[in-house]
């Protein structure tokens, strides 16, 4: 079982950047693929980014895609979501969670460990 810490979120203006990073205790971080994840007030969880296992693949949902990106530490056992040209639609609860062996699935449900959370509030 790995634990997960994030941190990094913040109120930020519309067009700062944020980097948040999601910190890995218990087990190496390198086994797993990470996603980044994210709930706003009233809507559903929904994906931002992933990276596999393997560092060799990203993926990012649309909304995001050019404006953020996800990268990997492994002597800090930190994945990072470097979050550039913020909206404020960005505004939300960022979660990351990791999957043993993982591809980088868009899906929440692969996921077996996920982090408490970090506030993320853009202003417009």
């Known amino acids: 079982q790995v634990q997960l810490v994030e941190s990094g979120g913040g109120l930020v203006q519309a067009g700062g950047s944020l980097r948040l990073s999601c910190a890995a205790s218990?087990?190496?971080?390198?086994?797993?693929?990470v996603g980044w994840f994210r709930q706003a007030p009233g809507k559903e969880r929904e994906f931002v980014a992933s990276?596999?296992?393997?560092?060799?693949?990203?993926y990012y949902a649309d909304s995001v895609k050019g404006r953020f990106t996800i990268s990997r530490d492994v002597a800090k056992n930190t994945v990072y979501l470097q979050m550039n040209s913020l909206k404020p639609e960005d505004t939300a609860v960022y979660f990351c969670?990791?999957?043993?062996?993982?591809?980088?699935?868009?899906?929440?449900?692969?996921?077996?460990?996920w982090g408490q959370g970090t506030q993320v509030t853009v202003s417009s």
């Open positions: 990276i596999t296992w393997t560092s060799s693949i990203t």
């Open positions: 218990g087990r190496t971080l390198s086994s797993y693929g």
């Open positions: 969670a990791a999957h043993l062996y993982g591809l980088g699935s868009a899906a929440a449900s692969p996921y077996e460990n």
